[in-house]
């Protein structure tokens, strides 16, 4: 349901025009990458792909941004090699261009957001259990929607 939702409020965005596709995908990143860093400043963590950029974060010592670029890359590689060992060639439709910017522009901006998230961060760690306080907000609005 949601996904037809967010595909009916956004297929407005959908055009023939490269340059209002690239800042489009560009938008879209930035605001992926914001969420990332919120996510993983919060330590409530949902998506795989961060993860197990956190797990390799802790295991090797690289930043966290680091990891995340480190794994998109292999993640991508990984699709590219599998299309071409189940389909023969590069599918431009299942791995394309926008894939490629992706798996360093997020990476990047979770790097840029990271910077200006100490606020935040001493938010969490300032106010009691203020992590809890996040979650039940964010329980409360999705039992309003």
Request: net charge positive; proline share 2%; aromatic share 12%.
């Amino acid at each position: 349901m949601f996904i037809d939702l967010n595909m009916l409020l956004t297929q407005w965005m959908v055009s023939k025009n490269i340059l209002i596709n690239a800042l489009v995908q560009i938008a879209g990143c930035t605001i992926l990458g914001f969420g990332i860093a919120m996510e993983v400043k919060c330590g409530s963590v949902t998506m795989p792909g961060e993860g197990i950029s956190i797990a390799i974060h802790k295991v090797t010592g690289w930043t966290f941004p680091k990891a995340k670029i480190r794994v998109d890359i292999t993640l991508v590689v990984l699709a590219v090699v599998f299309c071409f060992l189940l389909l023969g060639s590069w599918k431009w439709e299942i791995v394309g261009i926008g894939t490629l910017f992706a798996m360093v522009y997020v990476g990047v901006t979770v790097r840029l957001f990271n910077k200006h998230l100490a606020w935040f961060e001493r938010l969490l760690h300032y106010l009691p259990v203020c992590r809890r306080y996040v979650y039940g907000l964010a329980r409360y609005i999705r039992r309003q929607i």
